[in-house]
């Protein structure tokens, strides 16, 4: 206890070393500046360089959404246009929609050496050849997406010993079935989204803000999905008719529809990832 010689104090000041009734007034020392605790809390508020963060990890995630989109729109682009011009050349002779074959050993046993035995066939045209693979050429035709698939006059062309009756009763009326036509939109819808996405990637010409090319390739989904259904029954139809008439052949469907069907999937998975990798940003 310290003692005030003068004994006297004012009455608004408190001795801090002094006992009694005062001591619950007394005023507690300052801490120093070395001992003073930081306030770490902070409010709830994004900094700019964490927003800026998110932002870069947001358009990374859209440039590589949008680069697998433009490689599978290619895909299916060159998918279907394969599938559009199946057979008609030497140089797609691999790729066909349906396949007949003379497989009657009494109708093989008079077909001449080096004779045709089997026709693949496309929309725009058909290749032949002898034994089991080994190819003799390829010829453009007409009329072979015609509703029902009827290709009895080519057939005859290459087996005259064989198909002697052209005439069919078809239930419904000879028409087209519009598959080229849906093949041609496929085509064409494709094609815009990848000139879409090339006119991206020049700074300030395009920006995707609608989400324009994911709407494209929603379209060319639907309509290879109707196409591959019309593929289907068209042949399907076709060589049940072909059968009846002449079981000397067997039928098989060619690689021609997987190319379609596969090109189905991959628009569809094409404009999914547009649209999850379309940003209303400019700076895409």
Not at 94 to 110: C, F, H, M, P, S
Not at 224 to 243: E, S, V
Request: hydrophobic share 45%.
């Amino acid at each position: 206890m310290s003692i005030n010689k003068n004994n006297h104090h004012h009455p608004d000041t408190f001795d801090t070393f002094s006992s009694g009734p005062t001591d619950s007034f007394a005023t507690p020392p300052l801490a120093s500046s070395s001992n003073i605790v930081p306030n770490t809390f902070t409010p709830e508020k994004s900094s700019p360089s964490r927003k800026l963060k998110f932002k870069s990890i947001y358009i990374s995630h859209a440039q590589k959404s949008d680069l697998i989109a433009f490689i599978f729109t290619l895909l299916a682009f060159f998918l279907m246009l394969f599938a559009l011009v199946a057979s008609s050349s030497n140089a797609v002779r691999g790729v066909y929609y349906v396949e007949l074959r003379l497989t009657d050993q009494k109708a093989l046993a008079n077909v001449t050496q080096g004779g045709v035995t089997w026709i693949q066939f496309g929309f725009y045209g058909y290749c032949y050849g002898k034994n089991e693979l080994e190819f003799i050429d390829c010829a453009s035709g007409s009329g072979l997406t015609v509703e029902p698939f009827d290709p009895l006059p080519i057939m005859q062309n290459y087996f005259p010993q064989v198909v002697t009756n052209l005439t069919i009763t078809w239930i419904n009326p000879s028409h087209n079935s519009g598959i080229t036509f849906t093949i041609y939109l496929i085509l064409v819808l494709a094609l815009s989204a990848i000139a879409l996405s090339v006119c991206q990637n020049i700074l300030g010409f395009y920006y995707d803000k609608h989400y324009t090319r994911g709407f494209l390739l929603a379209l060319a989904f639907s309509a290879n999905t109707l196409t591959l259904g019309l593929a289907i029954h068209l042949y399907t139809d076709g060589l049940r008719l072909i059968y009846e008439m002449y079981p000397q052949f067997t039928g098989s469907f060619g690689n021609g529809l997987w190319f379609i069907g596969i090109a189905t999937f991959v628009n569809l998975a094409a404009s999914i990832l547009f649209f999850r990798g379309c940003c209303t940003s400019t700076i895409l």
